[in-house]
């Protein structure tokens, strides 16, 4: 043209403990996050702001990442995406792995994998895509068995200390140097090298991004950056990582420096979970059905790291409390209307659609987002699930009404 598990919700603990403002609240009241919304409202009017060069939106739409030609492409342009993912010879299965985000939530679908594993049937993907937290699980999921532990061990040992520290910055209430340094421990010049390894078999790892000046999302092909080697590859996958997780307002927003126009300037990206809970393809390939190119996959895996079912709350008449559950609210209706345009799309491709989420059997109560004792509850239960070979299925019939609901008067999936 990033953080280890964390990006979302956090249940059965109404407000803040949901969606965006939960994964930057771990133990913090909604107290705090006032009080720090009110000191950046007091700010001195004088206080010099970050300048930022000023570029057009054509050389902004051309630009790419020096040195690295096919690094990421525009995620709503079908052309670019499919000749990115046709299939490649060598390519190990037909089975493609989406994984979303949820913040601490994501060990469930750390335990899924791990279960899978156990279970003995877990594919070897053609194409992994991870959105938040799912693109922090994306590399170990990408690479496979071997990369369990570590995987396990990065969603059931986190604390807040490891993701963010309370200190504002000119454009975020908290800091994120934690989780810069928990992504610079994870993703070593080893994994570096084992993504690139499987990149150039015909495999896709692809993580998306929220472009805040191009109001765009963005697919980087974590491969192609991997297989392009060296010093710079290596800060650059850790930096996607970082900016894939990083909420807009709550964490500082990662600057990526590109070439576009014949001049150097730097893009601004966030979470891209602020513009799609997770990533199979692109928009106009899911509810135009007069796109007709088919995606190259024969069965498709959809692991959501959160709840789909309602949970009833008395919200605290705090704006904190109010946000969060908004928040957590949207949401939700924003992975209905995106599971019911994949099963459109999936029916009408004849992709084999499968689908797992935390259902309403887990029931283990969290002291907060990040607490280590419900994530490593959230790890066993969705191991369990997967090993016994139950954790997917098609969307159960009480989700297919709700969509059903959600969608009335839509032309958007007869799900029956």
């Known amino acids: 043209m990033d953080r280890t598990p964390f990006s979302e919700p956090i249940r059965r603990n109404p407000g803040l403990t949901r969606r965006q403002m939960a994964t930057a ?18 700010q001195p ?3 010099p702001s970050l300048q930022r060069t000023l570029v057009s939106p054509q050389a902004a739409a051309a630009a790419e990442i020096p040195g690295m030609p096919g690094a990421r492409l525009w995620a709503d342009r079908p052309d670019d995406f499919l000749a990115l993912v046709r299939e490649v ?31 003995g049937s877990r594919p070897t993907f053609a194409v992994v895509t991870g959105v ?46 934690p989780l810069r340094e928990t992504i610079a421990r ?36 974590m491969g192609a950056i991997a297989a392009h080697g060296g010093p710079e590859a290596l800060a ?11 909420i807009p307002g709550l964490f500082p927003p990662v600057m990526i420096d590109v070439v576009g126009g014949g001049r150097r300037f730097k893009e601004m990206h966030v979470d891209g979970g602020a513009s799609a809970y997770l990533f199979v393809a692109p928009q106009p390939m899911l509810v135009d059905e007069s796109v007709e190119e088919r995606l190259p996959a024969e069965r498709l895996y959809v692991i959501v790291n959160n709840a789909l079912h309602s949970d009833f709350a008395v919200t605290e008449r705090a704006t904190s409390a ?33 689908l797992t989420f935390v259902d309403e059997g887990f029931t283990a109560p969290s002291a907060g987002p990040f607490d280590p004792d419900y994530m490593a509850a959230l790890f066993e239960y969705g191991y ?28 958007l999936p007869n799900l029956r």
């Open 384 to 411: 369990a699930q997967a090993a016994s070979g139950t954790a997917f299925g098609t969307a159960p019939p009480s989700f297919r009404k709700r969509l059903e609901r959600s969608l009335a008067g839509r032309k």
């Open 89 to 119: 010879p060598g390519q190990a299965d037909a089975s493609w792995l989406a994984l979303s985000g949820g913040g601490g939530d994501g060990a469930y679908g750390a335990g899924v994998l791990a279960g899978w594993t156990a279970s």
């Open 186 to 221: 994870q993703v070593t010049p080893e994994l570096l090298l084992a993504v690139a390894a499987e990149h150039r078999r015909g495999r896709r790892l692809l993580v998306l991004t929220t472009n805040i000046d191009a109001a765009r999302l963005v697919l980087w092909n």
């Open 25 to 42: 609240l771990v133990g913090i009241t909604g107290a705090v996050l006032a009080a720090g919304l009110e000191r950046a409202a007091a």
């Open 45 to 47: 009017a004088g206080k």
């Open 132 to 177: 938040s937290t799912g693109a922090l699980i994306g590399p170990y999921a990408f690479l496979g068995p071997r990369y369990d532990a570590a995987l396990k061990q990065a969603y059931t040992t986190l604390h807040a200390a490891d993701v963010f520290e309370i200190a504002g910055t000119q454009d975020s209430l908290f800091s994120t140097w």
């Open 322 to 354: 109010v946000l969060g559950r908004a928040m957590s609210v949207g949401t939700r209706a924003l992975t209905a209307l995106e599971l019911a345009a994949l099963i459109q799309l999936c029916r009408r491709q004849e992709i084999d659609f499968k």
């Open 236 to 246: 650059l996958f850790r930096k996607v990582l970082l900016a894939s997780a990083s």
